[in-house]
């Protein structure tokens, strides 16, 4: 079983920056791709950015593309998503995931269920305009 430990969140102005890291440890094998998705109060889940573990291939939702950029170090298994030019607009609880593969993180908002092998339990990010 994965276990996922995040952190970083926080309030922030518009236009500033954060960094979001997440841990993962336990068993770890099935685990091909870790990632982000967020959900905002009264919004649909949202996937945000996921990173190969690898190849190091990584892929963006198409609001964060050129601001968020997503990394890893492979030999602690952490990633960090690092957040510029941040908007209100990003306010949101943000979760670290574990996937099979990295098209699943994008497909949280069209499923019931979560298609992923783990998640975390969130850190909320906050952008005031």
């Known amino acids: 079983q994965v276990h996922l430990a995040e952190s970083g969140g926080g309030s922030v102005e518009a236009g500033g920056s954060l960094t979001l890291s997440c841990a993962a440890s336990?068993?770890?094998?099935?685990?091909?791709?870790m990632g982000w998705f967020r959900q905002a109060p009264g919004k649909e889940r949202e996937g945000v950015a996921a990173?190969?573990?690898?190849?190091?291939?990584?892929f963006y939702g198409d609001d964060v593309q050129g601001r968020f950029t997503i990394s890893q170090n492979k030999t602690k298994n952490i990633i960090f998503l690092t957040m510029n030019t941040l908007k209100p607009e990003d306010t949101a609880m943000y979760y670290c995931?574990?996937?099979?593969?990295?098209?699943?993180?994008?497909?949280?908002?069209?499923?019931?269920?979560?298609?992923?092998?783990?998640r975390g339990q969130g850190t909320q990010v906050t952008v005031s305009s």
């Open positions: 990173i190969n573990t690898g190849d190091d291939r990584t």
């Open positions: 995931a574990a996937a099979g593969a990295c098209f699943k993180i994008f497909q949280v908002k069209a499923t019931p269920s979560l298609p992923l092998i783990e």
């Open positions: 336990g068993d770890t094998s099935s685990t091909k791709c």
